[in-house]
């Protein structure tokens, strides 16, 4: 037994790092999707009238805030293989909740901070039915969707809440000074870095792709699975909610029904950026990619005048190409692998 | 992961491009146009209604497209797919970078746009709302399509007509506290007892705007008051159940009813006798106002104070009221003749 593992990894050659470093990190997914972002910018800036303007960026850049943010959670969470699509209506909880608290007198920064706390709540009670009771997360948050959405439309109804404090909602909309980089980005960078951190440096982060590529493997090894997943949609609650206060003092309007359908296109956004909605594959960087290519796309197309139907059509087979693109090279993949080792280890599974 | 991802990675960055230079190309033809301006100033108008596919605001649109090209502005129409709150914002925002000479909006929420559309007339662009006003403070004019005095006015006016008078009538509201709906009932009230002495409002009964509901109040309405010669029903959802109910019922022609639907929803009933007339607003004087409006701004021929006088093509000639706001003008009355012409 012994003798065995000492001489397999001296015969064993693995394709996937027979390369140098540079070579593999360059010949990635999210090399692939970053390449992209740069080639549609470079010929949106060179066609499309205005494009090139440092105000598009700022337009954009306020525009994505709450999908980047928000997809950074979801990363790590479809890496675990589970999904979350109660995002949105967190949103909207969170939104209310700000809104309702700051009419009744309680100034932003505390209203947010219950605000947030009511997101982490939310996240939480997902977290409780996935890993607790057991149910599979898009069940769960499907009716959280539900719930979450009900509830910010009840508590607040049809009305609007829209007299917030003008220092906050400035703030939203400011930009860092001499850049036309928005100063919500300071607040992305910072989480971005911290949920890069935590995915691909921590023990906790290997335990997040551990039990996306197989679940009870990763619990023999020692992963404590439910309490990750746990930790995950709690943290998915938090942000989402963060990113609803944002939400709200940039539009200065708290309402029920803020940022509906916005789940999707995160997980889009996310699955655009190599994230295998299968689980065990993806990163952070990629991620943010994906943001920004679906975001300068639309961006570039609106202002070459094309309407937002065939703007969804364009982001739309993206996808389906990017999906279906890994499927195929992934099968590639296999097959080059078959053929040139006969009793090599079995592929990693891919999408 | 090897070669061929980039290939593939490098070959869907290729179709993108190539689609989004061929889009850029066709853009950039339409986009002269909408710089070019003019001597009376740059006339490129775009509208950006609620959402796209919506057939009350492709009425108003098309309304606005020919009162523009009555002038020999440029029309455009932009817009999102739904009516989320903020999804027109980066609609506001391309069409500031683009440098239209004015945008005609119907808002889906009033407080989301109002940066954006600030953002734009600090660069010059001309706001006018329609249908659906921001705050005040974010637009230039209100093109608005009804007041509650003119609602009321013209039902009651309707439902006199058709029962000759005098006789009693109901109400069948949407919720009991729908706002809307209670200042119209309460200033019906007030016509009534100035103009109409011999007619009898004997009950106001809410169907909630829930069609089975509305279709219930209307049967328990007729049985209920057996002399009953009249219904208004000041709300689209109430009308048209009632009409379902009325139009295969023994009341069918005997009973009147009146009150605000769409001609695409009252179409049968009015074909089929159940129904004479009922009233809304013409949705697409409404969009060909505000396109003339925004002229007017553009051109400088008014500021959007109290007292502007504009002129309107076909409409006529319109002053500014209180708080930026044009007032269309009395409902619009469809009838069999009519309703023909109407695809909303």
């Known amino acids: 037994m012994t003798a065995d593992i000492q001489h397999a990894p001296a015969t064993r050659s693995y394709r996937d790092y027979a390369q140098p470093a540079w070579r593999r990190l360059l010949f990635t997914r999210e090399a692939a999707i970053i390449a992209l972002l740069a080639i549609v910018y470079v010929v949106a800036a060179v066609s499309v009238r205005n494009f090139a303007a440092p105000i598009t960026i700022t337009y954009l850049l306020l ?11 979801m990363t790590l969470i479809i890496i675990t293989g589970e999904i979350d699509l109660s995002v949105a209506s967190v949103v909207g909880l969170s939104s209310v909740t700000l809104g309702t608290l700051h009419q009744a007198g309680m100034p932003i920064e505390a209203a947010g901070a219950v605000a947030i706390l009511v997101g982490a709540v939310a996240g939480a009670v997902n977290g409780f039915f996935i890993t607790v009771v057991g149910l599979p997360s898009l069940a769960v948050t499907i009716g959280t969707l539900a719930l979450f959405r009900g509830l910010a439309v009840g508590l607040l109804g049809t009305t609007a809440v829209t007299d917030f404090t003008e220092f906050w909602t400035d703030l939203a909309k400011s930009k860092i000074p001499g850049t036309p980089i928005p100063s919500v980005m300071v607040l992305f960078v910072v989480l971005a870095i911290v949920f890069a951190v935590l995915l691909h440096l921590t023990p906790f982060g290997r335990g997040v792709y551990a039990i996306g590529l197989a679940s009870e493997a990763a619990r023999f090894s020692g992963v404590r699975v439910e309490r990750t997943k746990f930790i995950l949609f709690v943290l998915s609650g938090a942000v989402s909610a963060l990113a609803g206060i944002y939400y709200t003092l940039r539009f200065g309007s708290a309402r029920g029904d803020n940022a509906t359908g916005l789940e999707l296109s995160v997980i889009a956004a996310v699955l655009l950026g190599g994230v295998s909605i299968f689980g065990g594959r993806g990163n952070i960087l990629g991620v943010i990619a994906g943001v920004l290519l679906i975001g300068i796309l639309g961006s570039a197309l609106r202002l070459a005048n094309v309407t937002s139907d065939v703007i ?8 389906v190409a990017s999906v279906v693109s890994t499927s195929v090279l992934a099968w590639i993949h296999r097959k080059r692998i078959g053929a040139g080792i006969k009793k090599g ?7 | 992961m090897t070669f061929s991802t980039k290939r593939v990675g490098a070959l869907a960055a290729l179709a993108v491009s190539v689609a989004l230079v061929a889009t850029g190309c066709a853009a950039s033809d339409g986009g002269d146009g909408g710089s070019g301006g003019g001597d009376g100033g740059n006339l490129a108008i775009t509208f950006l209604p609620k959402n796209l596919g919506n057939p009350y605001f492709d009425t108003s649109d098309a309304g606005g497209k020919a009162a523009i090209e009555e002038f020999g502005g440029t029309y455009a129409e932009v817009g999102p797919t739904e009516a989320a709150p903020d999804a027109q914002v980066s609609f506001i925002n391309t069409l500031t970078q683009q440098g239209v000479g004015g945008i005609v909006v119907s808002a889906n929420d009033p407080e989301a746009i109002c940066d954006a559309l600030n953002e734009a007339r600090d660069n010059g662009i001309k706001v006018v709302t329609f249908d659906s006003d921001t705050n005040a403070d974010c637009r230039d004019l209100f093109i608005n399509q009804a007041t509650a005095d003119g609602i009321a006015k013209v039902e009651v006016d309707e439902i006199a007509k058709q029962i000759g008078n005098a006789g009693q009538i109901a109400i069948l509201s949407a919720s009991a506290n729908a706002t809307n709906q209670n200042a119209w009932i309460e200033t019906m009230k007030t016509y009534l007892a100035s103009d109409y002495p011999d007619i009898e409002l004997v009950d106001v009964v809410y169907g909630d705007d829930d069609d089975q509901t509305s279709f219930d109040k209307t049967a328990a309405l007729l049985q209920t008051y057996p002399e009953l010669k009249g219904i208004i029903s000041p709300t689209t959802v109430g009308i048209a159940a009632a009409a379902r109910y009325l139009s295969t019922s023994a009341f069918k022609g005997k009973v009147a009813l ?10 049968d009933y009015v074909e089929d006798g159940t129904v004479t007339s009922f009233a809304l607003w013409n949705p697409g004087d409404l969009g060909y106002l505000a396109a003339y409006a925004a002229k007017a701004l553009i051109e ?9 006088t504009f002129d309107a093509g ?26 023909g012409d109407f695809d909303f």
């Open chain 2, 314 to 339: 076909k409409l006529g000639s319109y002053t500014v009221g209180a708080d930026g706001a044009v007032l269309l003008g009395d409902p619009y009355v469809f009838d069999k003749d009519n309703i």
């Open chain 1, 345 to 351: 280890p079995p592929a990693p599974a891919q999408d």
């Open chain 1, 312 to 319: 969804n059509i364009i982001t739309g087979a993206l996808l």
């Open chain 2, 300 to 308: 400088g021929d008014i500021t959007g104070a109290e007292g502007d």
């Open chain 2, 258 to 267: 009146t009150g605000l639907g769409t001609p695409n929803q009252m179409r």
């Open chain 1, 63 to 73: 525009d994505v805030a709450t999908i980047l943010l928000i997809a950074l959670p």
